[in-house]
């Protein structure tokens, strides 16, 4: 099993940066997506933003030029820069690894955006 390990998370003012990273114990390449997701108190878990095998990506349409997935294969990271933040950006923070036959989790980080 592959351990998820996130980063980075924390108080940011509105119109703020902030850069997650998680850390795989094993190689995310082999993956066929890696993904960051959130969950805001009360609400459901949702996709922000995705990265295949192939390289393409998807996103959430509310951060979409705003935040950007990458992954660095030879290091087992994966990234997700988060620029303009804004108080709706807050939530707990995940990491995903998507296999054939489950995904794997990270326990996530906190992202607070004040106003």
């Known amino acids: 099993q592959v351990q998820l390990v996130e980063s980075g998370g924390g108080l940011v003012q509105a119109g703020g940066s902030l850069s997650l990273s998680c850390a795989a114990s094993?190689?995310?390449?082999?993956?066929?997506?890696m993904g960051w997701y959130r969950q805001a108190p009360g609400k459901e878990r949702v996709l922000v933003a995705r990265?295949?095998?192939?390289?393409?990506?998807d996103y959430l349409v509310s951060v979409k030029d705003r935040f950007t997935i990458s992954r660095d294969n030879a290091k087992n990271t994966l990234h997700l820069q988060m620029n303009s933040l804004k108080p709706e950006d807050t939530a707990v923070y995940y990491c995903?690894?998507?296999?054939?036959?489950?995904?794997?989790w990270g326990q996530g980080t906190q992202v607070t955006v004040s106003s």
């Open positions: 995903a690894a998507e296999d054939t036959l489950r995904n794997y």
């Open positions: 094993g190689s995310i390449f082999s993956f066929n997506a």
């Open positions: 990265i295949l095998r192939s390289g393409l990506t």
